[in-house]
């Protein structure tokens, strides 16, 4: 496909802006959207469940600055670009097509003039079917095209969920997490550099989020979300309080939770990070495939 990246740069004479090649999903069309998605599941679900997930935050936040674009809603490639900018400027973009689609994932990229090159922008959860496109349009906008982690994506569904028997010690309690808990947790995240505290609050109050809580003293031992992009994350245990299995509790719990409203599980691991990855494992959660998120700079 041979495409002109000035295309939708240039200004009729009339004065009316160009037609951008990408469209934001019409609230009716989510759902028909969506389902194109599904032919490639579990690998679409992370474009899915952003998409589901975004569409109620922009309705409970109508601040929220957040694109659900694509070609057209009935598009067979189910091509797709999701664009959230946080409170502090960072933006993140989620790109998404089938199989046989990413020549024209990379022209929309090229050609739509909804992404602000000029944030940085940080592309979260990309299939590894994706990412030579992905790197070539950062390259052909005068970016680098920077890795910031290589990780991993695993899946449960809701069904295999809903199985699940939860054991809870007697010597804590598991339950939604007190917002107080917010700033502790967000200080210790290992992703605060590139996600900030507000979207970590919007999830939790949004979404769900989910502690072990110490009966002794009321301190939250371990913690997990249901993030902005409709999986789980946020998992992290209190130093000097691993290897309890209160990750597993927490894990095994919200997911349980999630099953009960439908929702199949996802989560995104660190490729280096092995005790996340048995934990989930161990769990009932499957491995489908690499994923990376890269940063053009």
Request: hydrophobic share 35%.
């Amino acid at each position: 496909m041979v495409f002109n990246k000035d295309i939708l740069a240039e200004i009729p004479k009339d004065g009316v802006e160009a037609k951008d090649v990408l469209m934001e999903i019409p609230q009716d069309q989510v759902d028909q959207f969506c389902e194109i998605l599904k032919a490639d599941w579990p690998l679409s679900i992370h474009a899915y469940y952003f998409i589901k997930t975004m569409s109620e935050w922009k309705i409970k936040k109508p601040s929220l600055k957040c694109d659900l674009l694509c070609i057209k809603p009935n598009d067979a490639q189910g091509t797709f670009v999701g664009i959230l900018e946080s409170e502090d400027g960072n933006v993140f973009i989620i790109p998404y097509t089938h199989k046989d689609g990413n020549e024209q994932l990379e022209m929309a990229l090229t050609e739509t003039a909804k992404i602000r090159w000029d944030a940085n922008p940080i592309f979260e959860a990309v299939l590894a079917r994706h990412s030579n496109s992905i790197e070539r349009v950062i390259n052909l906008k005068g970016k680098s095209a920077e890795l910031y982690c290589n990780s991993t994506l695993y899946y449960m569904s809701n069904e295999k969920a809903s199985s699940i028997s939860i054991h809870v010690p007697q010597n804590v309690t598991v339950g939604d997490l007190n917002i107080s808990d917010i700033d502790y947790m967000y200080s210790v995240w290992a992703h605060n550099d590139i996600y900030s505290k507000q979207e970590l609050l919007d999830a939790v109050n949004f979404n769900r989020g989910v502690g072990v809580y110490s009966k002794t003293d009321g301190r939250l031992l371990s913690w997990m979300v249901h993030t902005h992009y409709g999986g789980l994350g946020n998992l992290q245990t209190r130093k000097g309080e691993e290897g309890k299995g209160y990750g597993k509790l927490v894990t095994q719990f919200l997911s349980k939770e999630l099953s009960k409203i439908g929702i199949d599980l996802h989560c995104t691991i660190k490729r280096e990070n092995k005790v996340s990855q048995n934990l989930f494992t161990s769990s009932g959660f499957e491995f489908q495939c690499p994923l990376t998120f890269i940063v053009a700079k």
